[in-house]
């Protein structure tokens, strides 16, 4: 068997570099449509290809983002010049990763709880996203707080699905991105979200370690440790970011190379504070905190688009700006002076 620990190594340090982060665009189709519907488009193929296109081939992201993670259709579609979208990212220095799970199911005889599959056919899965050009690959699971839940059953399931995820990531040379997302959607406490997320990311490593993953070679995308959005207690930036560094100096294991966080319906701005607040006091971590935003990063861009090419020059503008605060935010140098 090919011995790829020097380029799983290389590559997970390579995302976490200082200052860079990941621009996650990895939109299933019905969650495309759910964001293009917000500016009044259609999911087509060619409205997702042209969005892609100016979120990929945008100058100067390089500087901040170190790779992109890809939904399956975008990794086979080109940019407006041909050049398949995988190849676009490379040539800039730009790592290119894939979405390789098939999304959050309800978990039988567990009422309101999802276990995310995908497990079925991966090893062949992801030889082909390795010849395509894909270095790390990323696969989420979905925790839900509410009454009674999450269950034993629930984590145990999504945890497990993650190792299996991530042992087969790393024979075949790709660093697994291993994501569980404590949603942040209920009306729950910000010390309940604490709890849930330790408990999670205990399960995980130990999960991680049953299945003979290489912590060295992983790296962990997280939610922060935050208010449920109908909690009427909104606990504030320097309370999230205290929180959420305890939780994973709690959890993690120090040989881990990296920690990037989702961004799970924050604000923008609000997302790129606390990871601000958390670096900035916090200089001496084991690990680099950085970033994998989807929507913290696109909103503004999205916006700014509304699907049409003559927008095209604003829509980068506002996706470079994000990018740039959020690369700032990676050493605690950011401050919202910036957002005027
Ligand atoms: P958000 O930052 O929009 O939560 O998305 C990141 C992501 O990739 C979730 O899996």
Redesign the pocket.
């Known amino acids: 068997m090919t011995d790829y620990s020097q380029q799983l190594k290389q590559t997970a340090k390579a995302m976490v570099a200082q200052g860079k982060g990941i621009l ?1 665009i ?1 939109e299933s189709f019905p969650t495309i449509e759910k964001r293009f519907k917000t500016i009044g488009i259609d999911s087509s193929e060619e409205n997702r290809r042209a969005y892609r296109d100016l979120l990929i081939t945008a100058p100067g992201c390089e500087e901040f983002i170190s790779g992109m ?1 890809l939904f399956d259709e975008t990794m086979r579609q080109s940019s407006s010049d041909g050049t398949p979208f995988p190849k676009a990212l490379i040539e800039r220095g730009i790592m290119p990763g894939i ?1 390789v799970d098939k999304g959050a199911k309800d978990l039988a005889g567990h009422p309101d709880e999802k276990v995310t599959e995908g497990l079925d056919d991966l090893r062949d899965r992801l030889a082909e996203y390795r010849d395509l050009g894909a270095k790390f690959a ?1 696969w ?1 699971a979905v925790i839900t707080i509410g009454d009674g839940i999450p269950s034993e059953g629930c984590i145990h399931a999504n945890t497990h699905a993650l190792a299996r995820y991530a042992a087969l990531c790393q024979e075949a040379g790709i660093v697994p991105m291993v ?1 569980p ?1 404590v949603l942040m959607d209920a009306d729950n406490t910000i010390d309940v979200c604490y709890d849930v997320t330790e408990k999670t990311l205990t399960h995980l490593f130990s999960e991680l370690n049953n299945q003979g993953v290489s912590i060295e070679h992983t790296i962990l ?1 997280i939610n922060m440790v935050i208010s449920g959005k109908q909690c009427p207690q909104q606990a504030g930036v320097d309370e999230v970011a205290e929180k959420t560094v305890k939780c994973l100096l709690a959890t993690v294991p120090p040989s881990l190379p990296g920690i990037v966080f ?4 924050q604000s923008p701005q609000l ?1 790129t504070e606390h990871l601000n607040a958390m670096n900035a006091s916090n200089p001496n971590l084991p690990w680099p905190l950085s970033f ?7 909103e503004p861009c999205l916006k700014a688009w509304e699907g049409k090419e003559n927008n095209v020059e604003s829509a980068r503008n506002a996706l470079l700006h994000r990018e740039k605060c959020n690369s700032l935010a990676c050493t605690g140098k950011y401050s919202s002076d910036m957002e005027e």
């Open positions: 996650a990895d993670i979405k990323k989420r994501e997302e995308k989702l961004s799970g319906g997302a994998s935003y989807g929507r913290a990063l696109q």
